[in-house]
């Protein structure tokens, strides 16, 4: 009979979960589990099946890699996806908004900088906040809603923790 230490390591140790998930109803379209180790863009890449034109993807910046985000673009689907605060890419040519056209590897996209203040028992963070989005067209979709529409994408955070945690055996 084998211990429970024994029982514990025969299981495969899966840390990491990556979902498409609906942010109205948080219906989980579809999901990859893996290793945390290559992250989220490798794994995220088997989701690129389920993604097609007519999606608004809401893509967090760990998603925010050229080859990625043109692999999303090639699907069809649409996304705003926050890029890191230390990538700042090229202005090609500013909106009335204050959005501004750039290019990310070979594609083009829109990119909304905003701040954002997050207000907490703990105190009051401000940043500056960079969404870049294939939704280029300023006067059809405006950077303030595009902005509320990713607030939206922490709801199917709380969803992916919960996958996560499913995938760890409840740990």
């Not at 028992?121 to 529409?149: I, K, M, N, P, Q």
Request: with cysteine; proline share 4%.
């Amino acid at each position: 009979m084998r211990s429970r230490r024994q029982q514990m390591t025969a299981q495969p140790r899966v840390t990491n979960a990556v979902a498409l998930v609906a942010c109205g109803t948080r219906a989980v379209i579809d999901a990859v589990f893996g290793p945390r180790k290559p992250g989220e863009p490798v794994l995220g890449r088997r989701l690129l099946r389920s993604m097609h034109q007519g999606m608004v993807v809401l893509l967090d910046r760990g998603f925010a890699t050229n080859a990625f985000l043109q692999a999303a673009a090639g699907t069809g689907a649409d996304f705003p996806a926050r890029l890191s605060a230390v990538r700042k890419p090229p202005v090609l040519h500013r909106f009335d908004d204050g959005s501004f056209l750039s290019q990310i590897g070979t594609g083009q996209v829109r990119i909304i900088e905003c701040e954002i203040t997050i207000v907490t028992t703990a105190g009051r963070h401000s940043g500056v906040y960079r969404l870049a989005t294939t939704l280029l067209d300023h006067r059809r979709y405006l950077a303030f809603e595009l902005v509320r529409l990713y607030h939206e994408r922490w709801g199917a955070t709380r969803c992916r923790t919960s996958l996560s945690e499913l995938s760890e055996g409840g740990r």
